[in-house]
């Protein structure tokens, strides 16, 4: 039983301490980003695909903004701005769709958030855990991935790259 249990956990921040390159949220994500991804449901098949454009800024005091702006193959234009703000060792994450907001850690070339988010389902909404997961690649380019569950049942999981604009390696400079 215990190798059972053992085997369900995750990763930890601790597995990457050290791994490069460095993943340092305000220097990743500062000016402008792109991202595009998929959607896929709980039986990992692809029912969305999107992109995106994120303008990140600082302030002083070390409070970050990403605004987000999501373009999904179905036509429907989602936005979702972050504020994060400087804790002891890591940023509280807010936004307003964000129902239970999230602590944002990092080491290595990692990050994880961990947080509930309100999604329109049907004709109302419905409250999803988000488990994400970010790795940066390269100076310039990130993944992310992030499990959804509702009652601890993975119900979804959105896979996507972030990269900043400008970069040659951006595909929408292509």
Known sequence: MVLALWGCAGPSLEDYQGAEPALIPHEFFNGELSARGVVKNF????IRTFDADIVATWEAD???????VFR???????????TLTPASNSYHAEAGDVV??????????????????RVDYGDGTMDVRMDDWMYLI????????????KWGVEVGEVVLVIQKKGAGSDPQSQ
């Open 62 to 68: 070390g409070t970050g903004t990403l605004d987000e």
């Open 138 to 149: 390269t100076p310039d380019t990130l993944i992310n991935q992030t499990r959804m569950t």
């Open 43 to 46: 039986s990992g098949a692809v």
């Open 100 to 117: 239970e907001p999230g602590t944002m850690r990092w080491q290595g070339n990692a990050i994880h958030m961990n947080y509930l988010l």
């Open 72 to 82: 999904f193959n179905d036509g429907e234009i989602q936005t979702r701005v972050w």
